[in-house]
């Protein structure tokens, strides 16, 4: 008998979390966990009631904080502005060393016409 009315109060505690009525859900529950001690689920219901909110428990608010990570983690150039590493340049590097390539002969390597 214990075992069904435990139930009946956890079905009903539901029903008053679904509703957010928390007083009368944590009561259903705790009294849940009095008829049926034995069993961690009634329990389980109530410390899930009773918990603090997790930040886990927002995946929007989870989402900022990853892109926040994410551009913070950016380079920035000298005036401060974020620098893409996977875009090519779009200027060219003064400082870069010209392309050589070894399909031409020696001689004509860097010399003009």
Do not use: W
């Amino acid at each position: 008998m214990d075992e069904a009315f435990a139930v009946f109060l956890a079905s009903r505690g539901h029903c008053f979390e679904d509703n957010f009525n928390l007083p009368e859900a944590s009561v259903s529950y705790a009294l849940a966990v009095k008829h049926a001690s034995r069993h961690p689920m009634y329990r389980s219901h109530l410390t899930s009631l009773v918990r603090p909110p997790r930040i886990e428990d927002h995946p929007d608010i989870m989402a900022q904080q990853r892109r926040l990570a994410q551009k913070n983690q950016q380079p920035f150039d000298a005036f401060g502005h974020p620098v893409n590493l996977m875009a090519p340049n779009s200027q060219p590097d003064p400082f870069a060393f010209p392309e050589i390539s070894l399909s031409q002969p020696p001689s004509s390597i860097g010399v003009q016409p």
